[in-house]
């Protein structure tokens, strides 16, 4: 497999993850407080109209991240050249995070992952346009 095969699968996954929270925009706030409150062992959820309208609004917005990577993988020919800003994107968000997830007390296992997950997935993401770059002069053919 290409490096340039690789990164598009990889940009795929990631949108269609991304886009898992779609349906999460929607779920009843009952659900949501038993996540948090019996899945996360986080304590019940603070029911308020900012925690409703920022739990749903996230999810939106997670959401048009996987539609805007999507459309990329969709015409990778031409949009294959946002890679790196995505990928830059990937790496702030997850720094963003980590200094977020420490802030708001969250378990170490959620602070460790999130964040520099992001940010590695990021740099592997940079790594693949890099190398792809170099070995493959036709841009991306995906």
């Given at each position: 497999?290409?490096?340039?095969?690789?990164?598009?699968?990889?940009?795929?996954?990631?949108?269609?993850?991304?886009?898992?929270?779609?349906?999460?925009?929607?779920?009843?706030?009952?659900?949501?407080?038993?996540?948090?409150?019996?899945?996360?062992g986080?304590?019940?959820?603070?029911?308020?109209?900012?925690?409703?309208?920022?739990?749903?609004?996230?999810?939106?917005?997670?959401?048009?991240?996987?539609?805007?990577?999507?459309?990329?993988?969709?015409?990778?020919?031409?949009?294959?050249?946002?890679?790196?800003?995505?990928?830059?994107?990937?790496?702030?968000?997850?720094?963003?995070?980590?200094?977020?997830?420490?802030?708001?007390?969250?378990?170490?296992?959620?602070?460790?992952f999130?964040?520099?997950?992001?940010?590695?997935?990021?740099?592997?993401?940079?790594?693949?346009?890099?190398?792809?770059s170099?070995?493959?002069?036709?841009?991306?053919?995906?």
């Open positions: 497999m290409t490096a340039d095969r690789f990164l598009w699968l990889l940009m795929r996954l990631d949108a269609i993850v991304v886009l898992c929270a779609v349906p999460c925009a929607m779920l009843p706030f009952a659900w949501m407080d038993a996540v948090h409150r019996d899945w996360l986080l304590g019940p959820l603070h029911d308020s109209p900012l925690t409703r309208y920022m739990a749903r609004s996230l999810s939106l917005v997670y959401a048009m991240h996987g539609a805007i990577v999507f459309a990329v993988t969709v015409r990778w020919a031409r949009y294959r050249s946002l890679v790196p800003l995505l990928a830059w994107l990937h790496v702030a968000l997850g720094c963003g995070i980590l200094a977020t997830d420490l802030d708001a007390g969250l378990p170490w296992w959620w602070a460790g999130e964040g520099p997950g992001l940010v590695a997935f990021g740099f592997v993401k940079l790594f693949l346009y890099r190398r792809a170099r070995t493959e002069p036709s841009g991306g053919t995906c």
